[in-house]
């Protein structure tokens, strides 16, 4: 988890910041489909042809290297839980990012001098909301 924020002055600001996001997370999510793809193909085929313990895999090993969990040899059928845990977490990601084009609205609307969005991974999760202070 990696919390940070982001200011933004302008509601096209915050627009364009988002518009930027939900692209590169719409061809994210469509590389991590493809892959899923090809992997639920390896699974099935090799579901076919071979018997639950050579699909499972043989010469798995798991290894702890500087903290890290390392998979050796990894089956496909872990491959493809790793792929689809992705595509759903990028899809979370999506829907609150499509969400957060209602922020651009509310700051035009209420007449807000700043936001700051809080992301978690790049997830939006919350906002700071600063209005514009009245002359006196």
Same mark, same amino acid.
């Given at each position: $988890? ?13 627009? &364009? ?5 939900? +692209?590169? +997370? ?6 991590? +489909? ?13 579901? %076919? ?15 702890? #290297?500087? %903290?890290?969990?390392?998979? $050796? ?13 992705? #595509? ?14 209602? $922020? ?6 209420? %007449? ?9 991974? %790049? ?7 600063? &209005? ?5």
């Amino acid at each position: $988890m990696v919390l940070s924020m982001i200011e933004f002055y302008s509601d096209q600001e915050l627009l &364009k910041y988002v518009e930027q996001e939900i +692209t590169t +997370t719409r061809n994210n999510i469509k590389v991590h +489909t493809e892959k899923a793809e090809e992997q639920r193909r390896k699974y099935t085929n090799l579901k %076919g042809k071979y018997n639950e313990e050579l699909l499972k895999g043989v010469n798995i090993e798991q290894r702890k #290297v500087s %903290g890290f969990k390392v998979l $050796m040899n990894p089956t496909v059928e872990y491959e493809l839980y790793i792929h689809e845990s992705i #595509v759903a977490s990028l899809q979370e990601k999506l829907e609150a990012l499509e969400r957060t084009k209602s $922020m651009a609205k509310f700051m035009h609307a209420e %007449g807000v001098e700043k936001v700051v969005m809080i992301v978690d991974d %790049g997830k939006p999760i919350g906002f700071m909301v600063y &209005k514009k202070r009245q002359q006196q």
